[in-house]
């Protein structure tokens, strides 16, 4: 029977973000014993809000050294809480602070991690973990015998646990960090403001820009600064998150004119993002294969694109509009203002 550890680490206001609540869903799900070790600032009220989830023991790691992410001290903190609740399998939310730890972690425990996962189930009792290979083209199911296995669980490939609140007592875990450890320290945080962030993982639609974006228009012109700001009035209408080809986001280092804000970061597919948006609307895009694989688990997926023939035409858009994108978008864009 597997000890499961679900590793998580509290927000800056004390609580568990949506991956966190959706590792433990995971984890809750697989049987055996349930654990769950948390990292924070104070992780007492963390704790609490999940307090019904069904974990036998609750682990601790707590105080100002461990508020912020850093190597050395979520590394030290994993380490310790692993010894103490001796886990044959520790499930961590791939969080950018835990992806950046978890394969150190498991190096000084001796065990193995696999990372980018999308789903863990019990396959004739075996633990299985599922995750994408090739660029997103292949799906695979591994197992490993060697324990403790450690396993990154992808946002948005679970329902978030609804554990209810409740009086969860946390065992803490005494960590001293050395001298060395402490270097590193978080001065300050820098965020775009709300009306400038193109990337939102909750969102309800995918936006999707293709190079047409920045190509000579019917008058032989390019209108790129009209493009962006076409683009950027539709996001901040929608609250839309924003995507791109590869062909887009590789413009710059081509010489071309490219949209401003427009990063490998909003990048589709080739980096092997996989968004899991409810509905999906890609302007102006070819149907790169790799672009349309990477949002293969986007619902409902809708393209606007001049050419009827484009590969967006032939079964990978359940409706396609011939139109061009910007004046479509522009009165899309018109009726929206409309309705404020």
Known sequence: MDTILVLLHTEADGTLA???????????????TLVVGLIGKDVQPAADSIASCGAAKYYGVSGDEFAQARYSSD?????????????????V?????????????????????????????????????????????????????????????????????????????????????????????????????????????????LFVTGAGWTKKQPDGKAHVEEAAKII?????????????TKSLVDLGGEGQTVLPFMTHLNQIGQTGSTPRHPKGLSTCCHGEEPHVIGWRFVNERRAINLDPNCPWAHGKADVLYVADALQVMS?????????K
């Open 93 to 205: 939310p791939a969080t950018s602070r835990w992806n950046r730890v978890l394969s150190g972690v498991a190096h000084r425990l001796g065990g193995r991690v696999d990372t980018h996962v999308t789903g863990v189930s019990r396959t004739e009792g075996a633990l299985s973990a599922a995750r994408w290979y090739y660029r997103q083209r292949m799906e695979a199911v591994v197992q490993r015998t060697h324990r403790p296995w450690c396993i990154a669980l992808e946002a948005g490939c679970h329902e978030a646990c609804a554990a209810g609140a409740g009086k969860a007592t946390v065992e803490n875990v005494n960590v001293i960090l050395s001298e060395a450890a402490r270097q590193t320290t978080v001065t300050g945080i820098k965020t775009v403001a709300a009306d400038q962030q193109t990337i939102r993982p909750d969102a309800k639609l």
């Open 18 to 32: 949506k991956p966190a609540l959706e590792a433990l869903g995971a984890a809750a799900e697989l049987g055996g």
């Open 75 to 91: 590394a030290a903190a994993a380490e310790a809480i692993c010894k103490e609740a001796n886990p044959t399998v520790v499930i």
């Open 331 to 339: 009165k899309v864009n018109e009726l929206l203002a409309a309705k």
């Open 232 to 244: 950027l009035e539709f996001l901040q209408h929608s609250q839309a998150s924003l995507g791109g």
